[in-house]
């Protein structure tokens, strides 16, 4: 019986012995991503195209360090994912992806639902040619950020293509056949240099539009450096648009530079500089805070830079403080004096706004007579407005001597009320 038992077991050793190492190993797995026609899988994700693509699969995270991904024949995507995460793509050095066939391929495609974010200190270029084939293109959010620089030329579609495109603090050149951006919602932000174009004559820039609940259509530009060309609109919200600080330089070969079916806010010490064939503007209000407005009209007909239904409304605690336009002859007119009320009138119209603060006078010892205080030479009753500066000032008052010096405004409400202490004349007893 012994014998018998031993024999079954060394008979199933043998056996096991001579099955292929593979059949015991355990099985590579796979991640729902694609890097240039290579499927990620546990075994490959720390050593893709020679060790310059890495796949952390724990932080969904996708690292390109001099990497050139330009395999037309193995896939139609340079990356391509369906993860249920935010694929983060991280950059260092400097990366490509090329999809030259003419029949498609995208720079970096994600499910419907799935987010991009672009991160890290290096560069990547992304050539797109095929026909209706976009640079980077999702249904859900793409937002590049930290010192990452991304260039896309997508010769037969859009440049990128989301619904939140937020770029914070990166730099981004994005030219598409349709659009350099196609949202719902655009968001440039903390020093971002941002260039966009449309190649294609009835496109924009950036085309930002509502989504099928009517929601979104807003574009926010904060403290950023944006340039915008294109045939219609370089910036084009279907909402309201905003221009905090920073500058903005838009220009359209055949339309407004410029345009929102919204409203339009300028603040910030904004520079906005629009060059067009016919009037930027909006649809809703156009409010200006402090900021600096540059509109032109390169049209040889003549027809104002500034749309006549949406006239810029200097908003409360502004004003102007240069003013000048130019007509259909050339001729140079000021309108410093003449408010906001002909800002719709010429092909050129150049204003500058500043934050104004209501400062106000306390003169002591209380009960001075004939107390005189003037600023700037002008005489002052009650509160002046001034702009952010310094002042001199000059205040008389019986029995007193003259009082000259200078203050200094600020936005610190501390310095809008200036206390000035007078000095009594010596008694004249002759």
Same mark, same amino acid.
């Given at each position: 019986?012994?014998?018998?038992?031993?024999?079954?077991?060394?008979?199933?050793?043998?056996?096991?012995?001579?099955?292929?190492?593979?059949?015991?190993?355990?099985?590579?797995?796979?991640?729902?991503?694609?890097?240039?026609?290579?499927?990620?899988?546990?075994?490959?994700?720390?050593?893709?195209?020679?060790?310059?693509?890495?796949?952390?699969?724990?932080?969904?995270?996708?690292?390109?360090?001099?990497?050139?991904?330009?395999?037309?024949?193995?896939?139609?995507?340079?990356?391509?994912?369906?993860?249920?995460?935010?694929?983060?793509?991280?950059?260092?050095?400097?990366?490509?992806?090329?999809?030259?066939?003419?029949?498609?391929?995208?720079?970096?495609?994600?499910?419907?639902?799935?987010?991009?974010?672009?991160?890290?200190?290096?560069?990547?270029?992304?050539?797109?040619?095929?026909?209706?084939?976009?640079?980077?293109?999702?249904?859900?959010?793409?937002?590049?950020?930290?010192?990452?620089?991304?260039?896309?030329?997508?010769?037969?579609?859009?440049?990128?293509?989301?619904?939140?495109?937020?770029?914070?603090?990166?730099?981004?050149?994005?030219?598409?056949?349709?659009?350099?951006? *196609?949202?719902?919602?655009?968001?440039?932000?903390?020093?971002?240099?941002? =260039?966009?174009?449309?190649?294609?004559?009835?496109?924009?820039?950036?085309?930002?539009?509502? *989504?099928?609940?009517?929601?979104?259509?807003?574009?926010?530009?904060?403290?950023?450096?944006?340039?915008?060309?294109?045939?219609?609109?370089?910036?084009?919200?279907?909402?309201?648009?905003?221009?905090?600080?920073?500058?903005?330089?838009?220009?359209?070969?055949?339309?407004?530079?410029?345009?929102?079916?919204?409203?339009?806010?300028?603040?910030?010490?904004?520079?906005?500089?629009?060059?067009?064939?016919?009037?930027?503007?909006?649809?809703?209000?156009?409010?200006?805070?402090?900021?600096?407005?540059?509109?032109?009209?390169?049209?040889?007909?003549?027809?104002?830079?500034?749309?006549?239904?949406?006239?810029?409304?200097?908003?409360?605690?502004?004003?102007?403080?240069?003013?000048?336009?130019?007509?259909?002859?050339?001729?140079?007119?000021?309108?410093?004096?003449?408010?906001?009320?002909?800002?719709?009138?010429?092909?050129?119209?150049?204003?500058?706004?500043?934050?104004?603060?209501?400062?106000?006078?306390?003169?002591?010892?209380?009960?001075?007579?004939?107390?005189?205080?003037?600023?700037?030479?002008?005489?002052?009753?009650?509160?002046?407005?001034?702009?952010?500066? =310094?002042?001199?000032?000059?205040?008389?008052?019986?029995?007193?001597?003259?009082? =000259?010096?200078?203050?200094?405004?600020?936005?610190?409400?501390?310095?809008? =009320?200036?206390?000035?202490?007078?000095?009594?004349?010596?008694?004249?007893?002759?």
């Amino acid at each position: 019986m012994k014998k018998k038992l031993f024999a079954i077991l060394l008979s199933i050793v043998m056996v096991v012995g001579l099955l292929p190492a593979t059949a015991l190993a355990a099985e590579p797995t796979v991640y729902d991503i694609w890097v240039d026609g290579v499927q990620v899988t546990s075994e490959n994700k720390d050593n893709l195209f020679s060790g310059t693509v890495s796949y952390d699969p724990t932080t969904h995270t996708l690292s390109l360090n001099n990497a050139t991904l330009d395999s037309d024949t193995m896939s139609d995507y340079g990356i391509k994912t369906t993860i249920p995460s935010t694929l983060k793509i991280r950059l260092t050095g400097t990366n490509s992806i090329t999809r030259t066939d003419p029949g498609g391929g995208v720079g970096i495609y994600l499910n419907y639902s799935n987010s991009v974010e672009i991160t890290g200190d290096g560069t990547l270029v992304i050539n797109v040619i095929g026909e209706n084939y976009d640079g980077i293109s999702t249904g859900a959010d793409v937002k590049i950020s930290d010192k990452a620089r991304v260039i896309i030329n997508s010769e037969g579609g859009l440049g990128i293509a989301g619904r939140m495109v937020e770029i914070d603090g990166a730099t981004v050149d994005s030219t598409g056949l349709y659009a350099g951006i *196609d949202a719902h919602w655009l968001k440039i932000i903390n020093g971002a240099d941002v =260039t966009l174009k449309a190649t294609q004559d009835g496109r924009n820039g950036a085309y930002i539009r509502k *989504d099928q609940e009517g929601n979104g259509g807003d574009i926010e530009l904060a403290a950023s450096n944006v340039k915008a060309t294109s045939y219609y609109p370089g910036l084009y919200a279907a909402g309201n648009l905003t221009v905090n600080g920073g500058k903005v330089n838009c220009t359209s070969t055949a339309d407004g530079a410029i345009w929102a079916k919204g409203n339009i806010l300028i603040k910030g010490g904004a520079k906005v500089t629009a060059d067009g064939k016919f009037p930027m503007g909006c649809n809703g209000t156009f409010t200006v805070e402090e900021a600096e407005i540059d509109a032109k009209n390169t049209n040889e007909n003549n027809i104002p830079a500034i749309f006549d239904e949406c006239v810029p409304v200097i908003a409360d605690g502004y004003h102007l403080n240069y003013a000048k336009a130019v007509d259909s002859e050339g001729t140079v007119i000021d309108l410093l004096s003449s408010g906001t009320q002909y800002f719709a009138l010429y092909k050129n119209v150049h204003f500058i706004t500043k934050a104004v603060y209501p400062v106000s006078f306390v003169v002591t010892p209380v009960g001075l007579t004939n107390v005189v205080v003037k600023v700037n030479g002008q005489e002052v009753t009650g509160s002046v407005s001034l702009e952010a500066g =310094t002042y001199p000032v000059e205040v008389t008052a019986d029995n007193c001597k003259a009082y =000259t010096g200078n203050i200094t405004i600020t936005a610190d409400a501390a310095t809008h =009320t200036q206390t000035v202490a007078m000095t009594y004349l010596p008694a004249d007893y002759t």
